[in-house]
């Protein structure tokens, strides 16, 4: 009769002489500087090993690395060792499965994986075999460990989204422009929030400065600009490196410099960004004041490509985007020629006419200078005069004022309706304080819609006064500032500059055999002067027309649906008339 000890004593002399490799893994960096588990780790494995006889070839350590994915060095450098042809080792010991795996697709994917190899994966707390039963007893542990893997991140995801709700920096390297201050102690943890580094911060602002206004007059720049302009002068990011487009995106549509900084905006797994819902944002020092914050988001929206070209943004020429030819409505683009004496000379012309040729178009032509010189003369001469824009605004002014009577009378009879609505309200409530009535089923319903009327009046009372907000005062002296700095701008500098300026006030010039038109709206301009000739407006759009049925090429739509018409008849109906396919596709579209 074999007692315990002696099936022990077998078991161990069994697996003897095996070359094990010893796999010990702590989640974080900071449990690897402060923790013991691995050591512990290191001395269980290696006296349970001993005890079978086994001798330790390789030792792996993996100091902070999540086991719920394979993006581990040493993970990767084991796995790849354990399939190598000399077989460097026979088993791998872990001090649980979670150690090795806390995915459970993962845990079978590699145990099958290194069994292929003849290397076998063995936790000494959790001693399993490879019958069935055993098997399904370890993909249930791996299930286990998933689920508690889960359940953990989800706790301290929660705990961190409340630590940043309360204001609290929650351990990752702080934007450019910030620095971390430990602001009090609970217990073991420190607690730190955000303070503004003033040496980065006057980068910032400088960033936010070249964006929305540009420098030494060149006008507004966009992200390629400000990084060429900040590299060339020296200017370095955090780690000493040189800014990118990418960089710059990232940091001036950062909310935080806006007083605002927002937590849990990706997965940290996939770094697919999460819903709007699920971001979390708590107040931080502003280094940009938030009106000018969101300016600057509002011009970063404006230069989207989706919204407008960017050859019609940043482009060398200065009126492109702007001039179109009035015959075709075609717009009117650069065009180059070369003179006998090699002189290059550069053009406007029609658009339409050059891709179509002159069936389409007769075409416009008009030499690039000429017709740039013309545009900004006449609007430096005859538009943007103090006396012109000061009657032009005054014209507004007089329509706007016709109209306010009827506004008038609208809010008047808004405002009334909601004060009715609440005073409504107000005398069921004290009914029913004074215990007149009680609040029963019919009460609440009267409650409910008397609220929902007084919200409503109150919503669209809101909507009326938003509509008639009052813009900014126009003067005659701030008129006349005004076309002064505006025939400074156009008349001078860097051509992206003058662009900008032209289209701030104009909409559309129109280029004809004998004459120019400029076009433009009297409420852009007034909002021009009223700003102070900033860039606010939005912009036209770019975005491609598709066709909003069927394909984009009709002769192949035809065959499709012919042969589709075909295959419904059947072998037996080899040839159809066109009528026969006709009716088919009809019958198809009536469905």
């Given at each position: ?118 290397v076998k994966l063995v936790s000494m707390t959790q001693e399993l075999g490879d019958d069935p039963a055993q098997v399904m007893m370890r993909q249930v542990i791996a299930l286990f460990d998933e689920y508690q893997s889960k359940e953990n991140a989800k706790h301290v995801l ?11 920096w929650n351990g990752a390297k702080p934007p450019f422009g910030y620095a971390t201050v430990e602001v009090e102690r609970r217990g073991s943890r420190v607690k730190k929030r955000l303070e503004i580094d003033e040496v980065e911060a006057e980068q910032v602002r400088l960033i ?241 819609i008397l609220k929902s009327d007084c919200d409503r009046a109150r919503e669209a009372l809101g909507r009326a006064r938003r509509g008639v907000e009052a813009k900014g005062l126009v003067t005659q002296e701030a008129a006349g500032r005004f076309g002064a700095l505006m025939r ?104």
């Amino acid at each position: 009769m074999t007692t315990g000890l002696t099936r022990s004593r077998s078991r161990a002399a069994e697996g003897s002489g095996q070359r094990a490799a010893l796999y010990l893994r702590v989640s974080t960096g900071r449990q690897a500087e402060h923790d013991l588990s691995i050591p512990d780790q290191r001395a269980q494995t290696t006296q349970w090993a001993a005890a079978r006889g086994w001798t330790i070839a390789a030792e792996y350590v993996e100091p902070g690395a999540s086991a719920t994915d394979d993006r581990r060095p040493e993970f990767q450098r084991m796995i790849e060792r354990a399939c190598e042809g000399d077989r460097p080792f026979d088993v791998i010991v872990v001090h649980s499965f979670s150690r090795f795996f806390r995915d459970a697709f993962g845990l079978e994917f590699y145990v099958r994986k290194l069994a292929k190899h003849e290397v076998k994966l063995v936790s000494m707390t959790q001693e399993l075999g490879d019958d069935p039963a055993q098997v399904m007893m370890r993909q249930v542990i791996a299930l286990f460990d998933e689920y508690q893997s889960k359940e953990n991140a989800k706790h301290v995801l929660r705990s961190m989204k409340e630590n940043a709700r309360q204001g609290f920096w929650n351990g990752a390297k702080p934007p450019f422009g910030y620095a971390t201050v430990e602001v009090e102690r609970r217990g073991s943890r420190v607690k730190k929030r955000l303070e503004i580094d003033e040496v980065e911060a006057e980068q910032v602002r400088l960033i936010f400065k070249l964006i929305q206004g540009g420098h030494d007059g060149q006008g507004p720049k966009g992200m390629k600009q400000v990084a060429n302009w900040l590299n060339n002068r020296g200017y370095r990011t955090r780690q000493g490196g040189m800014w990118g487009i990418g960089a710059l995106h990232q940091l001036v549509t950062n909310p935080v410099y806006g007083g605002r900084w927002r937590f849990n905006t990706v997965e940290a797994r996939t770094g697919k960004r999460k819903a709007d819902a699920e971001h979390i944002y708590a107040d931080a020092p502003a280094i940009i004041e938030p009106a000018e914050f969101q300016a600057v988001q509002q011009v970063l929206k404006n230069r989207n490509p989706r919204i407008e070209a960017p050859r019609a943004v940043t482009g060398p020429i200065l009126l492109t985007g702007l001039a179109f030819c009035s015959l075709c409505n075609g717009a009117m683009t650069l065009r180059t020629g070369t003179s006998k004496s090699g002189k290059v000379h550069r053009y406007y012309a029609c658009s339409t006419c050059a891709r179509k040729g002159k069936k389409a178009c007769p075409g416009r032509t008009v030499p690039m200078e000429r017709l740039d010189t013309l545009v900004t003369t006449a609007m430096a001469d005859k538009l943007l005069t103090g006396e012109r824009v000061w009657d032009l605004l005054s014209s507004l002014a007089a329509r706007r004022a016709e109209r306010a009577a009827a506004v008038d009378a609208r809010l008047a009879a808004l405002q009334r309706e909601a004060d009715a609505a609440e005073e409504k309200l107000k005398r069921l409530y004290k009914m029913v304080e004074d215990g007149i009535a009680e609040l029963d089923d019919l009460l609440k319903e009267r409650v409910a819609i008397l609220k929902s009327d007084c919200d409503r009046a109150r919503e669209a009372l809101g909507r009326a006064r938003r509509g008639v907000e009052a813009k900014g005062l126009v003067t005659q002296e701030a008129a006349g500032r005004f076309g002064a700095l505006m025939r400074q701008r156009l008349l001078e500098g860097h051509t992206p500059a003058r662009k900008a300026w032209i289209g701030a006030i104009i909409d559309r010039i129109e280029v004809d055999d004998g004459v120019i038109r400029i076009t433009g709206r009297k409420d852009v301009l007034e909002h021009a002067v009223a700003s102070g000739g900033r860039i606010t407006q939005g912009v036209r759009t770019c975005i491609p027309k598709w066709r909003p049925v069927g394909e984009s090429n009709p002769c192949y739509q035809r065959e499709r649906l012919v042969s589709w018409a075909t295959r419904r008849t059947g072998p037996r109906r080899k040839s159809r008339s066109i009528d026969e396919v006709g009716a088919a596709i009809k019958r198809r579209f009536d469905r």
